[in-house]
């Protein structure tokens, strides 16, 4: 029976998460010697509430996870597209580089380490792609930290969409997302992933995941499930998950738990204080086709025309973020640039 575990962030994140690893009996789950890997969502250059996990969160959740063993990684992915940032510059300026070395965690980037091919099947077909050897060779048990958030292209990012960032290759990503809900649940189940912290203190509607309307919630909630976790978080953001089609993947595949079957620290209902909803502009919808249809992918990311059609496409949608300068297209980001 799957357990779940939801407070407020009060009076910081430490102690809920120490409380919800409490009550998920992670004890049981991991000996001093398991090899735990964290795998927070670092998709912007640098912290934004919503978009991303907040670097709080996951020092905490390093701390908390000390408790039960210290042989802790830490990591994500470089980022993909035409405007890439590698991850040593988001550990930089987010603090997490310092606080792994405070804390003596192994900090990676998992699109440096050594790989191994794995294949998934993806309906009467098989498609290979490259797994990091750290998360499918040598962890017992990933820990994902998402943050609960609207997406243009899957509806939700959540436990399991998360792990699309422990795929190395930021072209195997492109070249995957018209058969992302079977690949994302056999990644899940490659990489052991299994406990989820989700940081909800913000969550991101109307158009994520990398811009939209950053909402306060103040909450955190400790899974020992992710399926139970993702369940939980449609719960509180009113979002039917049926919906979602990875979701209902999962479900086919037995791997998200019925609400009835979640042993719960709290009811939910508190927490249900925002209707989550999408809503694309007309300059999204080209990415979305796309995303679901292999031609499309092809022509858009891999084709001849494919840095013609970019080009023509941000001549009327603004970039999230200036590259070159460091500094984000938004006139309330007052973080500092990347360096």
Excluded at 93 to 105: A, K, L, P, Q, Y
Aim: glycine share 6%.
């Amino acid at each position: 029976m799957p357990r779940l575990f939801i407070d407020r962030i009060d009076p910081d994140y430490l102690d809920v998460v120490r409380r919800g690893l409490s009550y998920v009996n992670f004890g049981t789950l991991v000996s001093p010697s398991s090899r735990v890997f964290v795998k927070p969502n670092l998709t912007f250059p640098r912290y934004r509430p919503g978009v991303m996990t907040n670097p709080r969160c996951v020092e905490a959740t390093v701390v908390a996870l000390k408790d039960y063993t210290n042989n802790i990684f830490l990591g994500d992915s470089d980022s993909g597209g035409y405007n890439p940032f590698p991850m040593e510059a988001v550990y930089r300026e987010t603090g997490i580089e310092d606080f792994s070395r405070s804390h003596g965690v192994t900090l990676v980037n998992l699109t440096r380490l050594p790989r191994k091919a794995v294949t998934v099947p993806v309906g009467r077909r098989r498609v290979s792609l490259d797994l990091p050897r750290l998360l499918t060779d040598e962890t017992d048990l990933l820990v994902t930290v998402p943050v609960p958030k609207i997406h243009m292209n899957t509806q939700v990012s959540l436990t399991f969409k998360n792990q699309w960032g422990c795929i190395p290759d930021p072209a195997d990503r492109l070249r995957l997302h018209p058969n992302f809900s079977a690949v994302v649940l056999a990644v899940n189940q490659a990489v052991h992933s299994k406990v989820a912290i989700v940081d909800g203190a913000y969550g991101l509607n109307v158009s994520g995941p990398m811009k939209g309307q950053a909402i306060p919630l103040g909450w955190t909630m400790v899974a020992d499930d992710i399926g139970a976790a993702a369940r939980a978080c449609c719960e509180v953001m009113n979002i039917p998950v049926d919906r979602v089609r990875h979701l209902r993947a999962a479900e086919r595949h037995g791997l998200l738990p019925a609400m009835s079957t979640i042993e719960m620290s709290a009811d939910l209902s508190p927490f249900r204080n925002e209707q989550f909803y999408l809503r694309r502009r007309w300059t999204d919808y080209p990415g979305f086709f796309a995303f679901n249809s292999r031609a499309l992918a092809y022509l858009a990311y891999f084709s001849p025309l494919s840095k013609v059609l970019h080009r023509l496409l941000y001549l009327f949608r603004e970039p999230f973020y200036d590259y070159r300068t460091g500094q984000a297209f938004d006139e309330n980001d007052t973080s500092p640039p990347i360096r």
